[in-house]
């Protein structure tokens, strides 16, 4: 079983400040990494994605790749109030013929104006 | 515009009457794949589909069936429901097998009683 752990929160920032979401995967061989945004009674939304180990910046989203450490997180600079949503770290399947996508849990995240 | 659209929206039934949950992409996407999505558990994947005739199971699909005779079309067919099945369901399109991109329709919310 693939696992794709994420802190649940909720996570609370107040405005303007730099919210850390954070996500650990289980499957070695996994080459590619994605993060999705769902409000609250809506459908998750791609926001960011990231393959290849370092940084990878988009407006105020960053994501940050480790893959030694099995690690992947996602930076919110400048927090809004609209970012207030659950954010979901999402981990395709390694190995040949494998084309299933696991989904963490998601951390909640609230921003406080 | 490109969307993946869900029907029904709400759904309350009861025990084994059997039901089926459309899902329809405009995008011309290979891969389609139905989520569920509980409280504490996170999104699970149900079953997915690589393209038209080839299906394959996700991580839960005890109770679950699928089709793709269509590259458009991809419903879920609950059989004989049972109340474990109550739960958010979301289907999802994405132009490639094995990306973690994913589009997702608006969730069909199934009450079984």
């Known amino acids: 079983q693939k696992e794709v752990e994420q802190n649940s929160g909720p996570l609370s920032v107040p405005e303007g400040a730099i919210a850390s979401l954070n996500c650990t995967y289980s499957d070695r061989g996994s080459q590619s990494f994605f993060w999705y945004r769902q409000y609250s009674g809506k459908s998750p939304e791609l926001i960011m994605s990231?393959?290849?180990?370092g940084d990878k910046e988009d407006g105020r989203f960053t994501a940050q790749l480790n893959k030694a450490s099995q690690y992947v997180s996602l930076l919110i600079r400048d927090s809004q109030p609209s970012d207030s949503a659950t954010y979901l770290c999402a981990v395709p399947h390694s190995g040949a013929g494998s084309y299933q996508l696991t989904f963490g849990k998601g951390t909640k995240l609230s921003v406080i104006p | 515009e490109a969307q993946v659209t869900q029907n029904p929206r709400y759904l309350i039934t009861v025990t084994g009457k059997k039901l089926t949950v459309t899902c329809s992409q405009n995008m011309n996407h290979e891969y389609m794949s139905w989520y569920r999505q509980d409280p504490g558990l996170g999104l699970r994947q149900i079953y997915y589909s690589m393209n038209v005739e080839v299906t394959d199971k996700g991580d839960v699909p005890e109770g679950y069936k699928v089709s793709r005779k269509e590259k458009r079309n991809f419903p879920l067919i609950l059989e004989s429901p049972s109340p474990n099945q109550t739960s958010l369901y979301f289907c999802?399109?994405?132009?490639?097998?094995?990306?973690?991109?994913?589009?997702f329709g608006e969730g069909s919310r199934l009450t079984v009683l």
């Open positions: 990231i393959y290849s180990n």
């Open positions: 999802a399109s994405s132009f490639q097998r094995g990306t973690g991109e994913l589009f």
